[in-house]
């Protein structure tokens, strides 16, 4: 179960944020759009779709967005940010 194939690859500044609180990765829910395309989430295709939700507000405040970004993605962009999988195998949501 803990075993390196079972991880989710991710960027260290977005793992500190994760294990700080300050985002979280949610279920989305029928009827959530993408902000980006605002196409509404298709279960369908895809049975288990998750989200970003920031949960520190001081990420995306409007004044300090230029200055408070986590990699090349502005924080204020990852909010309800849909995770996208290249196939099938996603973490369970009983380990998010």
Do not use: C, W
């Amino acid at each position: 179960m803990f075993a390196l194939s079972n991880g989710l690859p991710i960027h260290g500044d977005f793992k500190r944020a994760l294990d700080s609180g300050r985002i979280i990765i949610v279920p989305t829910l029928k009827g959530d759009r993408d902000p980006e395309s605002e196409v509404e989430i298709d279960f369908e295709n895809d049975k288990n779709p998750f989200k970003i939700q920031v949960l520190d507000r001081s990420l995306i405040d409007e004044d300090k967005v230029a200055t408070k970004h986590i990699s090349t993605i502005l924080t204020s962009n990852l909010q309800e940010r849909f995770l996208k999988f290249k196939t099938n195998f996603r973490p369970s949501k009983r380990y998010l």
